[in-house]
């Protein structure tokens, strides 16, 4: 299939014959795993044109040279990819899966989350928004009374920065309800002019952040992506190629919880490739799910809550000064950021452990790991116990307090998640997390100005500091990705 039928201009020739060409387009794919145009050279190329047009660059080299430039190339990168990426989408698009999703899947959840009184839906590739906010319709309308008062979480995530832009609108055409009732959209919606704005009920739990799925890795609680209930990851994979998917389907089954679901496209239900899932054949829809514990069929079951976590006791510690614990040597943060992380080229990054783990169990650092395995696990209170038992122990370990704010969000607990995350900061300004994660929690209250104040102190951390490193030590999001990060979020708070 050819985007375009029309015979190339001169500019697209120009391209296609320029020598920088292939390697302009190995970095395309290596960015956005879109494979798919490994074969659409016309297609690319004319896309190239356009953008090279528009900001006036002559030829695949200068291009090149500028994608790949630090100030300048992540926002380029970001123009291009809005234009590469295919965003076709539309509410309760192939209905089979979600009668799956309001028969099987969502009142199996429920069941088993009504201890916690907690939801997490993620859609992975969400392109507008149509499908995160199809899952808050039918969440809010059909299973309303079921979770009132829970913290339920339906987080929207793609590559494309308008897309997003977008979603957060959550404005429509006509063309975007195609298989909805116009009763439904009248319910869930108010007409603007030619176009329907979502009434803001069924706004209220849904939010959208950047994600590429290739690049960022996940499970990552810093990012905001672990301990789901529910992953959609519809016709997003289609366009990858079969080694990049492979190395994605495990990162998704760790992102969920025991016994969450993983939906995929309905075309593109390779069964093989989710052998490590369950596999749950419904009228229409193939459905998989992480199942590590033996299990009850599918169907409303009540899962026993889980155990608390028993923390292992402390050791004793290195007493500073008026008995409080030492703080940790101080370091800078060049010496913290000295080794380097393989990173495959074009493929996601699965998680890999923090770099620098004591094997001894009664390290801070190791206990610290499991704290945040539990937390990327998405077992919060087993998390939030792990990070109390260290803070007890070492009141002064700013991760372990940053952790606590992670797990206290992931709980709703907004207060202590804020006074959490100063906390951690006040332990140790040089961790770049905490800012950002602040700027996050401020951006979300409305507190522009203080969100601004955090990221830029994230970005002058990042001053200076080598892209392919990880962002604080032992994390997995690393520099070149922390930046990108942050400068979106500038903008989008109105700061950059
Ligand atoms: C065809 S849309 C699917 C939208 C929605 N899931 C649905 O099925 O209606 C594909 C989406 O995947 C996004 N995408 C492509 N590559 C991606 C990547 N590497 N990481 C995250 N999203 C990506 C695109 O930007 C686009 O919005």
Redesign the pocket.
Known sequence: MSLFTANPSPAVTAILEDPAFPRLKVLVIDT???EFYRDKDADLARILAERMDEIGVADCGGYLHLLQDPAQGKAEMDAL?AEL??????FF?HKEQFDALRELILPEVIERNKMVRRLRIW?????TG??PYSVAIMLEREFGERIAGWHVTVLG????QK?LTRAREGRYDEWAFRTMSDSLRAACFERVGNQWQIRSEFKRHVSFQY????KSPFPSLADNIAGFDII?????II?FSQPTVEALVPCFRETLNDGGWLIM?HAEPNQRLFSSFRTVNTPGAVLYQRVDRPQEPPGPVAMPPQAPFSAPKAPPLPVGRGGLPAPAPVTSRRSMLLSKPARPKSAPVPSPSPAVVPADPSQPGYRLKVARDLADSGQWEKAAAACDAIIAAVPLDAWAHFYRAMVHEQLGEDDQCEKALRRAIYLDRRLVLPHYHLGLFLARKEDVAGAVRSFRNAQALLTGLADEHPVDPGEKITVGQMREAVAMHLKLVGGA
């Open positions: 956005t795993g879109m990819i990426t295919i965003g076709e989408t539309y698009r859609s992975a590739g969400c392109a149509p499908e995530t793609d590559i494309n897309f994600h590429n799925l290739i959609i990851c519809r016709n997003v366009y496209g």
